[in-house]
């Protein structure tokens, strides 16, 4: 008999289990696009072009001066695909 009380009760706990992982999920997802959507677009430049080298993103904005802000994260391998450049004007 009490095999057969447990097979609802687990059933009911595994239920929650999967309902919570997804609602983390879900949150884990907003607060991923929510990042990259913030990142600010550099203004349109010389220095602010998708060809030059993360290197040389870096050199200016580790050191930071009164042309450019400091980096406010750890430095990664890659600028752009975050910080997407802003669209010139005609």
Not at 67 to 87: D, N, T, V
């Amino acid at each position: 008999m009490e095999a057969q009380k447990d097979g609802p009760m687990r059933l009911k706990r595994l239920r929650k289990v999967w309902l919570l992982a997804g609602v983390l999920f879900l949150l884990c997802f907003c607060f991923a696009i929510w990042h990259f959507t913030s990142a600010p677009r550099p203004e349109v430049s010389r220095y602010h072009d998708t060809d030059i080298s993360p290197q040389k993103c870096l050199s200016c904005h580790q050191r930071g001066n009164d042309l450019c802000p400091q980096l406010p994260h750890r430095a990664l391998s890659f600028c752009f695909p975050c910080h997407l450049p802003r669209k010139k004007a005609n």
